[in-house]
Each structure stands twice: as structure tokens, then as C-alpha cells.
Antibody
Framework: EVQLVESGGGLVQPGGSLRLSCAASGFTVSSDYMSWVRQAPGKGLEWVSIIYSGGSTYSADSVTGRFTISRDTSKNTLYLQMNSLRAEDTAVYYC????????????WGQGTLVTVSS | QSALTQPASVSGSPGQSITISCTATSSDVGGYNYVSWYQQHPGKAPKLMIYDVSQRPSGVSNRFSGSQSGNTASLTISGLQAEDEADYYCNSYTSSNSWVFGGGTKLTVL
């Protein structure tokens, strides 16, 4: 059974850093594509970043240069390193799987809340 | 910048059918063959309902169907049930290694 469990969210001051984790089970994170999607309070979904099975990464313009997606295959875990955080980064962050060579998000974690505030 | 436009809200009575539209306002949405739809109940994670415009994942009710005409994709829910009340989002891959979501549609079952 595929499962994704996020952790690492919390309260951080503007300009601070945070690293989110997404522990996967039931499949290998390096065999598929893995992505982060966020949702600001009361708002819609926003795609954040993706890492392909080959290791290439891409991010939304709103986070490029500040957020870095990565994975640890030995731990079967996905990460999102978030630096220079801004108030507008406040959101629930979901990790999601994209099946290999496909374009949709078939499994999602439960989400972890990041609050950027002084 | 790509954009997918959805109505903010739709409503229907139990047993009726409703359709939610999703219109691409940019030409770089990957030929618009990659539309997927997600259902999200309050406080819950999104759930994949339709992929590749009209394909239904295993376990999703056949009351949910997807279609496309030109640059507009649609999600139809037939035999509306109270449990269908949720937010629905369309999504598409773009031509620049990124994905874009529609703004979301709140479905109210009257």
C-alpha cells in the first residue's frame, strides 16, 4: 500500500529556514516522480516543485532560488528545503507521487502546516 | 504564465448531474491532453478522481467522468450524492516542466 507521511512543519520567522520531509512506503521514491504542492489557508492548490526519477528538479517561479527539492533513496524520503521564507509561503504542504512518465498526482500525503510569522 | 479557469462554485440537488469546466487560457498547457481532476474535502488531502482527461483510477465511482472540447476540460458528476460536496480542482502539465492548478470549484449539494 502506498503511503506518504509529511513532517517538519511549524512556525518560523520571516527570512528563516525549514526542511520538510515526506516518508514514503509501498514504492520507491526514485522510481517515480515526486512533487510538493501547497495550499495557503482558504486558498487553492499551488504546485511547488518536482524531482524526476533521473534526479532533475524543477520549481515554480514563486519559490525558485529559495526552495530545493531532494530525496534520499536509502531512507525512501523526499525533502523540501525552504530558505528565505516569506509570509506568503504560509501553507499546508503536501507531498505527492507522480507515476513514472505520467503527469498526474496519484497519491498524496496528509500535509504539514508551515506558518511564517514574527 | 499558464492559467486554468474554473467557476468558483456550482450546486445541484441529490440525484442530479453537474458539470465543472476548466478552461486553459494559455497555449503552453502541454496540448491539454494531460488534464486531471482532484476532489478535496475540508481539512483533507486532495484525491485523484480523473486523469488523462477521462480516465478514472481504480476505486473512483463511475458517477465521475471527464471530457474535453477544445481548450476546455469538464468534470461531470452524475447521480449527485451528499458526500460529493467538496472542492474540485483541475490540473494540467505545462510545456515547461511545471504543473498548474485551476482556482478550484466549490460544489454544494443542496
Amino acid at each position: 500500500e502506498v503511503q506518504l507521511v509529511e513532517s517538519g512543519g511549524g512556525l518560523v520567522q520571516p527570512g528563516g529556514s525549514l526542511r520538510l520531509s515526506c516518508a514514503a512506503s509501498g514504492f520507491t521514491v526514485s522510481s517515480d516522480y515526486m512533487s510538493w504542492v501547497r495550499q495557503a489557508p482558504g486558498k487553492g492548490l499551488e504546485w511547488v516543485s518536482i524531482i524526476y526519477s533521473g534526479g532533475s528538479t524543477y520549481s515554480a517561479d514563486s519559490v525558485t532560488g529559495r526552495f530545493t527539492i531532494s530525496r534520499d533513496t536509502s531512507k525512501n524520503t523526499l525533502y523540501l528545503q525552504m530558505n528565505s521564507l516569506r509570509a506568503e509561503d504560509t501553507a499546508v504542504y503536501y507531498c505527492a507521487r507522480v507515476p513514472f512518465q505520467r503527469d498526474y498526482f496519484d497519491f498524496w500525503g496528509q500535509g504539514t502546516l508551515v506558518t511564517v510569522s514574527s | 504564465q499558464s492559467a486554468l479557469t474554473q467557476p468558483a462554485s456550482v450546486s445541484g440537488s441529490p440525484g442530479q448531474s453537474i458539470t465543472i469546466s476548466c478552461t486553459a487560457t494559455s497555449s503552453d498547457v502541454g496540448g491539454y491532453n494531460y488534464v486531471s481532476w482532484y476532489q478535496q474535502h475540508p481539512g483533507k488531502a486532495p484525491k485523484l478522481m480523473i486523469y488523462d482527461v477521462s480516465q478514472r483510477p481504480s476505486g473512483v465511482s463511475n458517477r465521475f467522468s471527464g471530457s474535453q472540447s477544445g481548450n476546455t476540460a469538464s468534470l461531470t458528476i452524475s447521480g449527485l450524492q451528499a458526500e460529493d460536496e467538496a472542492d474540485y480542482y483541475c490540473n494540467s502539465y505545462t510545456s515547461s516542466n511545471s504543473w498548474v492548478f485551476g482556482g478550484g470549484t466549490k460544489l454544494t449539494v443542496l
